[in-house]
């Protein structure tokens, strides 16, 4: 079946310790998209990437990397210099037409110990 | 003042009740618009889109008002099921911009 797969589905980082979060999708969508969502909040865009070895941030980008190698995976990295990374981490994709509906991941909780 | 804003929430309904979630957007070169539901700690899925000229899907009806830039969702004869988040999203650019989110709680 045709999906997206996000990994871990919880995640614990240390202080000052980098964590990658996974993202796997075989539509065969061009465009990928990372999420953030904090409790009663709607979701904010991190950064995204219409194409393969392209990318660009979104309104949160601070503190986060991503990289785009291959079309099916988009992984992110929360850095340290992130300082509040506690949150549900929601990865999509589109076929980056007009009409851009957004397949979801089921996501990820990053908590802080 | 949040791009893409909803109302506040929660709605708490009775079983059988007609509900109407409201939300404006404040970039008018938006192009799409759609509804997404969100259950406790899961991901978002696409309920409809949004169209110019009103589009129903059963028991849903979503409208968009360019003009005022102003996009609604009703919900008529509410069921438990029905009980999510109710997210409006438009377009910037080729980015989904999301809204807050409204809680819907339907009671039997």
């Known amino acids: 079946d045709g999906g997206i797969t996000q990994s871990p589905k919880y995640l614990f980082r240390k202080e000052g310790q980098n964590v990658t979060l996974s993202c796997e999708q075989n539509l065969n969508h061009d465009a990928m998209y990372w999420y953030r969502q904090d409790p009663g909040q709607g979701l904010r865009l991190i950064y995204y990437?219409?194409?393969?070895?392209?990318?660009q941030k979104g309104d949160i980008a601070e503190g986060y990397s991503v990289s785009r190698e291959k079309k099916e995976s988009f992984p992110l990295t929360v850095t340290s210099a992130q300082k509040n990374p506690t949150a549900f981490y929601l990865c999509?994709?589109?076929?980056?037409?007009?009409?851009?509906?957004?397949?979801f991941g089921s996501g990820t909780q990053l908590s802080v110990l | 003042r949040k791009e893409v804003e909803q109302d506040p929430g929660p709605f708490n309904v009775p079983e059988g009740a007609t509900v109407a979630f409201n939300c404006t957007y404040s970039?008018?070169?938006?192009?799409?618009f759609f509804w997404y539901r969100q259950d406790c700690r899961k991901e978002p899925k696409l309920l409809m889109s949004v169209y110019s000229s009103g589009n129903e899907d059963g028991r849903f009806t979503a409208q968009l008002n360019r003009a005022s830039q102003y996009i609604s969702l009703l919900i008529r004869d509410s069921k438990l099921s029905d009980s999510a988040t109710y997210l409006c999203v438009a377009t910037r650019g080729g980015k989904l911009i999301f809204g807050q989110g409204t809680e819907l709680s339907v009671k039997p």
């Open positions: 990437s219409q194409i393969v070895n392209d990318f």
């Open positions: 999509a994709s589109s076929t980056a037409s007009q009409d851009e509906k957004l397949f």
């Open positions: 970039n008018s070169a938006s192009q799409s």
